[in-house]
């Protein structure tokens, strides 16, 4: 079974209530969702000013895949993005790209950059669970 790489977007649509909680809690439940740090930086910080520590647990329970950044691939996915007009995606979201491709994991991502780049890209998306 693939782990499912989910994004910053996701785990904000998640936490307002926008989508399915118990699908989602289900993938949460079953150790099927995974992590990384670039992500956690995005969402955590805000989390720990509002301190919702029964969050932060949440997210400190889902494994965690160590990224590797391989700067050149990140130059390269860029100047392919740009010559497809594919363009606004920040470096954030090229190293989450490479993170899920390198370790073989479906990504699961609201932003639609995203779509955009699995057509150019070996990456694998998730998209079981639908916004309300």
Known sequence: MSHILVD?????????????QDSF???IDSNQLCTNDLILSEIVP????KK??????????VEKYD?????SAIISFQAKNLSKGINK???PDLIIMQNAIDNNLKLYSLDTHFKLMA????????DWIFPR
């Open 46 to 49: 805000s989390l720990m000013l």
């Open 52 to 61: 919702e520590t029964d969050l932060i647990e949440v997210l400190n329970q």
């Open 119 to 126: 057509k150019l890209f070996p990456l694998q998306l998730f």
């Open 67 to 71: 990224l590797t950044i391989n700067w």
């Open 25 to 27: 809690f289900s993938l």
């Open 8 to 20: 910053t977007s996701v785990w904000i649509a998640f936490f307002k209530g926008s989508i399915d």
């Open 89 to 91: 995606v920040g470096v």
